[in-house]
């Protein structure tokens, strides 16, 4: 067991250079599959643009005219005194359906970009979740070797005392049992850690083996930071669900545009021309003509579609102030999550971690000179251990608290 944690403190040595946060985000966004798809989306509504401005085709015809079904002073003839006619017709599309179709396909394209940074937001939550997580298991890992290196030379001072013959075999034996405490506390943290970069990897899109993959970043806390009010200002500005709903109210508005606009007459435009004599003219063997076609609309077909998109502007804008109210309740759940945890934090920095480093190292001294008791010094060494472990859970607690916040808002206001 001894040698395998030795190996195991080893494996660092030989990684690569630890990733900073930005360095993550930076192989997120331009690595991750899921990102990389849904951009997908916004180039397919771009390409929706080009066939929504589309000008409709003219139609051409070709009319035979003419065709002979009888016999001719006995020889057949089918194809004699014929008249080919061409012809070409176009329809002409009134109220600006055209424009209207392009504006709620561009409307679409922003919609879509909206939505990809709203699903960039919550994938970037996860991703800053796994680094705070892999910071953490770091952090405890560390302080589980600390704490066996420190066991291990309080192990060495009582041997020596027990050599010496000042103390029993039994309290030495004791000691040594606890050894076991610690080898768990090292081998829980060195799992969790790589449980913890196997889930950055994920995220990451990487296959890197995990020992020449590593994080650095700051595991820590700040006191001050903005006033509620800031960041609920902030994530009006910024959150990309709340800019898709208000997209999308105006999308509902083009779309009823559009379906007034459709309900209107387009009327169709033809011209032909023709080789065939006149009655009237003997010498006029050219001949052209016109048409215009026009619906009668005695029916309207498009009042259900009308209403429809009435309604759906209506139900835009409460989904509207709907989703400004989430943005409010996000904000507010994560901002007093950060109170909390920075009130927690606090008292254990400036207090309770000095103390409980005081109380073990008081009680060690008193046990080495016979002013303690033994099982008043493993109390004191797991108070130390508890309470040190509790505060870097609530570091780790504070950062995904920050990671939170930075979601509420929809953008990195708290590092």
């Not at 003997?282 to 016109?290: H, V």
């Not at 190292?361 to 108070?383: H, I, V």
């Amino acid at each position: 067991m001894k040698h395998f944690v030795l190996l195991a403190l080893a494996v660092p040595l030989y990684a690569q250079s630890a990733l900073t946060w930005e360095q993550v985000r930076s192989k997120f966004e331009a690595t991750n599959p899921t990102l990389r798809a849904a951009q997908i989306n916004i180039d397919e509504s771009r390409a929706a643009e080009i066939t929504a401005y589309l000008r409709p085709n003219p139609d051409f015809s070709l009319t035979a005219d003419g065709l002979q079904i009888s016999r001719n002073n006995g020889v057949w003839r089918p194809l004699n005194g014929v008249v080919v006619t061409p012809g070409f017709s176009y329809l002409h599309e009134r109220k600006g359906k055209r424009e209207l179709r392009l504006e709620t396909a561009t409307l679409s394209t922003d919609v879509a970009g909206s939505t990809y940074s709203d699903q960039e937001r919550g994938l970037m939550f996860n991703l800053r979740t796994a680094f705070v997580q892999t910071l953490q298991a770091k952090a405890v890992l560390d302080n589980a070797r600390e704490n066996l290196a420190y066991w291990d030379r309080e192990l060495g001072v009582n041997r020596t005392r027990f050599n010496a013959g000042d103390l029993a075999q039994v309290d030495l034996e004791r000691l040594e049992l606890q050894r076991v405490q610690f080898e768990s506390d090292f081998e829980t943290a060195y799992v969790s850690l790589r449980t913890a970069k196997i889930q950055l990897l994920m995220l990451l899109n990487e296959r890197t083996p995990l020992e020449k993959f590593d994080v650095t970043g700051a595991f820590d806390f700040a006191e001050e930071f903005r006033p509620l009010e800031e960041f609920r200002n902030i994530a009006l500005e910024t959150r990309p669900d709340l800019k898709a709903a208000v997209q999308n109210v105006a999308l509902a508005k083009a779309n009823h545009q559009l379906a007034i606009a459709n309900g209107s007459t387009d009327p169709t435009f033809g011209i032909w021309y023709s080789h065939n004599p006149s009655f009237s003219n003997p010498y006029a063997n050219e001949t052209m003509g016109g048409s215009i076609s026009i619906p009668l609309r005695i029916f309207d077909r498009n009042q259900g579609e009308k209403a429809r998109t009435q309604l759906d502007i209506s139900r835009n804008e409460r989904l509207q102030d709907a989703t400004e109210a989430q943005v409010f309740s996000d904000v507010d759940s994560a901002y007093w999550a950060v109170i909390q945890n920075v009130n927690l934090l606090k008292p254990y920095k400036s207090k309770y971690l000095p103390l409980a480093t005081e109380v073990r190292d008081r009680m060690s001294f008193s046990y080495q000179n016979g002013g303690a008791s033994l099982l008043d010094f493993l109390d004191a060494e797991k108070s130390y251990r508890d309470t040190r472990l509790a505060y870097l859970n609530l570091v780790g607690a504070y950062l995904t608290a920050a990671a939170q916040m930075n979601q509420a808002v929809g953008r990195e206001v708290m590092q």
